[in-house]
C-alpha cells in the first residue's frame, strides 16, 4: 500500500527537455541549482505528463525556472540519453537509470528581465558561450551550448 507522500509526489518521467537561453550575440543564461550549490546548468524539466508535448514541457520549464516567455523557442530535434546522477535517482521509478533528453534552443534579447524560482535556483549568470559550455556540470549541457553557433547558422531543425 502506497503511503500519502508516495501518492502526493509521483515518480519523474524519464524524459525531459533542455532549454538553452541565449542572447543573439551568443550570451548564455545558467542557472545554479538550490539543491547542488555550485551546480550550474541550463533550464531542464521533466515531463508532467507522458503525454505532453515536449514543446509544451520547454515553455512551462522555462517560465517556472526563469520567468520568460518562451514564445520564439526552437526545437533542435535532437536528444541525448544519459545516466541519471545517483543522487537523484530516487525521484524515479526503480530500477530508471537513464534519461532521454530534448533540446531546444530560445533566443532573447540582451538584457531580458530573468526570475528564478527560488526553490530551484540561487542566481544565474549570463556568459559567453565558451565560458557557459565550460560551467555546465553536465557533459550533455555542456554539448549543447558548443552546438549553439551551429544552430543559429541554420543546422539541424
Not at 535532437?78 to 530500477?95: L, Q
Not at 532521454?100 to 530573468?114: C, D, R
Request: aromatic share 10%; charged share 25%.
Amino acid at each position: 500500500m502506497s503511503s500519502p507522500a508516495a501518492l502526493a509526489r509521483p515518480y519523474k518521467i524519464p524524459e525531459s527537455v533542455l532549454v538553452v537561453i541565449h542572447t543573439p550575440d551568443l550570451q548564455v543564461l545558467l542557472l545554479e541549482r538550490a539543491d547542488k550549490p555550485g551546480f550550474w546548468q541550463s533550464v531542464t524539466g521533466s515531463k508532467d505528463a507522458v503525454d505532453e508535448p515536449l514543446a509544451e514541457t520547454a515553455r512551462r520549464e522555462v517560465r517556472e525556472e526563469t520567468g520568460i516567455d518562451a514564445g520564439q523557442l526552437r526545437d533542435w530535434e535532437f536528444s541525448n540519453r544519459y545516466e541519471i546522477y545517483p543522487v537523484w535517482r530516487h525521484r524515479y521509478a526503480p530500477g530508471v537509470t537513464h534519461n532521454l533528453e530534448h533540446v531546444f534552443g530560445l533566443t532573447v534579447p540582451a538584457g531580458t528581465a530573468v526570475r528564478l524560482a527560488p526553490r530551484e535556483h540561487l542566481q544565474y549568470r549570463w556568459l559567453d558561450w565558451r565560458a557557459a559550455a565550460d560551467l555546465c556540470f553536465s557533459p550533455s549541457n555542456a554539448e549543447a551550448v558548443l552546438q549553439l553557433p551551429r544552430f543559429l547558422r541554420g543546422g539541424p531543425r
